[in-house]
């Protein structure tokens, strides 16, 4: 099952610009995450934001959480040519067995030098 | 130098042969988990355990088995009945709501 969906798929920008992501999902979430994966590598824990939370920040990064769109966006300000990843959201779902997250297709980024 | 180890980085499997995946970690952590991630793709779930001797079927567990007989290890067995095997696989362990990967490991037909 993909819970959710990451918009765009991929996504250009210059170094010093800023850079938005987007991870629809389709059932209610106890939290959402975000991990980053570098070409070839395992996943990073970037941040996690909780249902009841609105928005949260981590040095250049900013999480935001809309429950009633089932939408999230991660927001990296000041790129740099070494953020350039892939960028997946991660949800654990709510009033379900499951014990495990779900992964959403990612968003390439591409930070131009 | 704690966290999680994968071996092999790459495997090739022949028809009909049955590949092990290996992964230790040293964090202490209860849960551990197998994902398969397919080229541009994000991360499928194979199977997951919450403690020792105990394990969970995940989305796409057909094809696969797996261990859990001791607490820092979970190998994963990708079976001849998995017809498409080619995949990048990752093993990962949860502190909490948070998981921590292993490095991974490309899995090839010949």
């Known amino acids: 099952s993909q819970q959710g969906e990451e918009d765009p798929q991929a996504l250009s920008i210059q170094e010093g610009e800023n850079a938005t992501m987007n991870c629809s999902y389709k059932?209610?979430?106890?939290?959402l995450q975000w991990y980053r994966q570098n070409s070839g590598r395992g996943l990073v824990h970037l941040i996690l934001?909780?249902?009841?939370?609105r928005e949260k920040h981590s040095g250049r990064l900013r999480v935001t959480l809309d429950t009633s769109k089932k939408s999230s966006s991660l927001l990296i300000t000041a790129s740099r040519a070494a953020d350039t990843a892939s960028y997946f959201c991660?949800?654990?779902?709510?009033?379900?067995?499951?014990?495990?997250?779900?992964f959403g297709s990612g968003t390439r980024l591409q930070v131009q030098p | 130098d704690g966290g999680i180890t994968q071996s092999p980085k790459y495997l090739f499997r022949k028809e009909g042969q049955n590949v092990t995946l290996s992964c230790e970690q040293n964090?202490?952590?209860?849960?551990m988990y197998w994902y398969r991630q397919d080229p541009g793709q994000g991360l499928r779930l194979i199977y997951y355990?919450?403690?020792?001797?105990?394990?969970q079927k995940g989305d796409i567990a057909e094809g696969y088995s797996v261990s859990r007989e001791k607490k820092e290890s979970f190998p994963l067995t990708v079976t001849s009945a998995q017809k498409n095997p080619t995949a990048f696989y990752l093993c990962?362990?949860?502190?909490?709501?948070?998981?921590?990967f292993g490095s991974g490991t490309q899995l090839s037909v010949l």
């Open positions: 934001i909780r249902s009841n939370e």
């Open positions: 059932t209610s979430i106890n939290n």
């Open positions: 990962a362990s949860s502190e909490g709501e948070k998981l921590f």
């Open positions: 964090l202490n952590h209860d849960a």
């Open positions: 355990s919450q403690i020792v001797n105990d394990f």
């Open positions: 991660a949800t654990s779902v709510r009033d379900t067995g499951r014990r495990a997250l779900t």
